[in-house]
């Protein structure tokens, strides 16, 4: 948020990061070759080191679509960067090559997708920062937690963020492990419940993103996080495998939603000039909540409780539910207009 370069305040950080990713990307099936003394030492470290250098450009990349796109059309946005996500993750497994030359082929992709978009996408020009802001990391930490106090409405949004984030980190890891427990079905099967999730919020997700931009973020985001809840609260009592491909088609329509509305609403309740930190915030969440979910999670799914997974989704998506109808957009503007006064004074 405060770089001011001829490149724009994103782009330096996805032109510094994304090349030693791919690097990191291609060399993870070689290290899978070395001695078997210190070959998983070598894939743990490439992967986390893929990992911190990966969210360094991420959390940049995505605090330029608010720089770059007008709010009416950051449903729409989300919705179509979601579905090329999901296309992507689809596209990569199903394809049929060997293992190792997938990494390759991703590391390509991820450069050449870099390149394109650091010469072909413009970000806006920006005026020069107040000169306080280049005095001292201190005061730039004591701004910071200022905002965290001053903007309370960020705040809830960001804990409706984190309790989404438990909720799916519960399911996402455990998904076909439950179903293949639950009914019995076959590994296809099971492989196959996760397919319809991806397929329904494929189909789903550029409609709801452009019913955000007509009916407002926080409404659709609402509703996504009640089709959850529903899904996961149906979850925890269905036993057969039809049964689970209905439900996952209405959760993929609720996984739609908040990801077509979820970001843009934050674009709604904090500053222009603070996006690119509270999309980190955002990041900081999960990084933190997600894992602990799982840990917990597996935990109780060793002892035999394979519906926890969804008993924990459907609590984390009553609580985010029952957060979010504390937001209030009238508020939010008010606390930005008070925000960046403390910016400026």
């Known amino acids: 948020d405060r770089l001011r370069t001829r490149f724009?305040?994103?782009k330096p950080f996805i032109l510094a990061s994304i090349p030693l990713c791919c690097v990191l990307m291609a060399l993870t099936p070689m290290a899978a070759t070395l001695p078997a003394s210190i070959r998983l030492s070598a894939l743990v470290f490439l992967i986390f080191l893929f990992t911190v250098l990966f969210n360094i450009a991420f959390d940049p990349y995505q605090a330029m679509m608010p720089d770059i796109t007008p709010p009416v059309q950051r449903g729409s946005v989300m919705g179509f960067w979601t579905l090329l996500g999901v296309l992507g993750q689809a596209g990569i497994l199903l394809i049929p090559i060997e293992m190792s030359l997938k990494f390759y082929l991703v590391a390509a992709l991820m450069l050449i997708t870099t390149i394109l978009t650091c010469v072909?996408?413009?970000?806006?020009?920006?005026?020069?920062?107040?000169?306080?802001?280049?005095?001292?990391?201190?005061?730039?930490?004591?701004?910071?937690?200022?905002?965290?106090?001053?903007?309370r409405q960020a705040r809830k949004g960001l804990a409706v963020y984190g309790l989404y984030g438990i909720g799916s980190g519960a399911i996402m890891p455990f998904l076909t492990l439950f179903v293949k427990k639950i009914?019995?079905?076959?590994?296809?099967q099971a492989e196959f419940a996760f397919m319809i999730l991806m397929i329904s919020t494929a189909v789903s997700v550029i409609?709801?993103?452009?019913?955000?931009?007509k009916l407002g973020s926080m409404r659709v985001l609402f509703y996504g996080i009640v089709a959850i809840a529903i899904a996961s609260g149906l979850a925890i009592f269905?036993?057969?495998?039809?049964?689970?491909?209905?439900?996952?088609?209405?959760?993929?329509?609720g996984?739609?939603?908040?990801?077509?509305?979820?970001?843009p609403l934050m674009t709604e309740i904090v500053p222009r000039d603070e996006i690119g930190l509270y999309t980190g915030f955002q990041t900081v969440a999960l990084s933190v909540l997600q894992p602990?979910?799982?840990?917990?999670?597996?935990?109780?799914?060793?002892?035999?409780?394979?519906?926890?997974?969804?008993?924990v989704c459907a609590i984390s998506m009553v609580?985010?539910?029952?957060?979010?109808?504390?937001?209030?957009l009238d508020l939010a503007r008010e606390e930005i207009k008070l925000r960046m006064a403390e910016l400026t004074s």
């Open 319 to 328: 609580v985010a539910i029952a957060v979010l109808r504390t937001v209030r």
């Open 8 to 10: 724009g305040r994103r």
């Open 292 to 311: 602990l979910t799982v840990v917990i999670v597996g935990a109780l799914m060793n002892g035999g409780n394979y519906r926890s997974v969804f008993i």
């Open 120 to 151: 072909f996408v413009r970000e806006p020009e920006l005026p020069p920062l107040q000169e306080k802001h280049n005095k001292s990391i201190a005061l730039e930490l004591k701004l910071t937690l200022k905002g965290l106090n001053t903007l």
């Open 207 to 213: 409609p709801l993103g452009k019913i955000a931009d």
């Open 255 to 263: 996984n739609a939603a908040q990801s077509a509305s979820a970001y």
């Open 238 to 253: 269905a036993n057969s495998l039809s049964a689970i491909y209905y439900i996952l088609i209405l959760a993929g329509l």
């Open 183 to 188: 009914t019995n079905c076959t590994d296809h």
